[in-house]
């Protein structure tokens, strides 16, 4: 598809806190919906370890005690799907006001293309993704179950047969969000430590199915790539794929402080993280 060349802001921000980075997102989004930014692709990392819950999923999903004695920390998305942990990952947003031609359309149409911009950024990494059209869900699999990375759905993005990106948007009337982790290394299933499971052979049996559906880029590959390198592909893929020009700047001093507020009232307030 011919989208016509197009100029978006490149946001690459440090390690931060789960509440900051959702704050910030929804503060972009809000300024691109008042036409006061340019359509943005955000790139970031998190900094302690986050689990994130999705916009619906149930509190109850969640072990305090298990949060606390590992040092994690906890917010919930503004997007739908179930919960990530943010870790030795690479993260991307893209933000962008509802007639943007790449986001224009249904949640699917935008995430089909979409997909053509993260599958390109994962081949410039050596990664043999795909973006599968329909993804029926495996035998044995819980689609209510807590786990994001379990189950992949349409338009994620997998490798050699498992889920290698999860992502989930939100449309609202300042635009579209759409964000979603690349796994670089690490042990998936430490999910599951911070979980709820009606026992521990419950807990086993969900990490082991997460390790036969789900991967890091390092176990695709056979070694590790740093998250410069990811999110330098990112960039370049986002470019190809999409036919855009980006401008690298940080979030205006308006954005910030938009995110400062955010995180506080929201993000990191029990009234929106515990509120179902």
């Known amino acids: 598809m011919d989208f016509g060349h197009a100029r978006w802001r490149l ?9 900051w980075n959702m704050a910030l997102d929804e503060a972009i989004l809000e300024a691109v919906g008042r036409g006061e930014a340019l359509p943005t692709l955000r790139l970031f990392a998190w900094q302690p370890p986050c689990l994130s819950l999705g916009y619906a999923q149930p509190f109850a999903d969640i072990s305090r005690p298990a949060l606390l004695s590992l040092g994690w920390d906890l917010t919930r998305r503004p997007t739908g799907g179930r919960a990530i942990l943010h870790t030795d990952e690479l993260t991307y947003s893209v933000i962008a006001p509802l007639h943007e031609p790449r986001v224009a359309g249904s949640i699917l149409e935008s995430y089909r293309r979409l997909s053509q911009a993260l599958v ?23 689609p209510k179950g807590a786990i994001c990375f379990e189950v992949p759905s349409n338009y994620e993005i997998t490798a050699n047969n498992k889920k290698l990106i999860g992502s989930a948007q939100a449309r609202r009337r300042d635009g579209v969000l759409q964000h979603g982790s690349l796994p670089l290394w690490g042990d998936l ?3 599951t430590w911070a979980l709820t499971f009606p026992d521990e052979n419950a807990r086993q049996e969900a990490a082991g199915r997460l390790l036969q559906r789900a991967a ?11 998250w410069k ?3 330098d592909a990112f960039q370049r893929g986002f470019s190809e794929a999409l036919d855009i020009e980006f401008a690298e700047m940080p979030p205006s001093p308006g954005e910030l402080t938009r995110a400062e507020e ?15």
């Not at 946001?11 to 509440?19: F, N, Q």
């Open 189 to 191: 299933t430490r999910i």
């Open 11 to 19: 946001i690459l921000t440090p390690p931060a806190r789960g509440a």
């Open 216 to 226: 890091t880029a390092e176990s695709i590959l056979g070694r590790r790539i740093s």
């Open 262 to 276: 955010l995180a506080q009232t929201r993000y990191g307030h029990p009234d929106w993280v515990e509120r179902i």
């Open 229 to 231: 390198q990811a999110a």
């Open 120 to 142: 390109r950024s994962l081949q410039l990494l050596g990664l043999p993704a795909r973006a599968d059209e329909r993804y029926d869900l495996p035998p044995g699999s819980d």
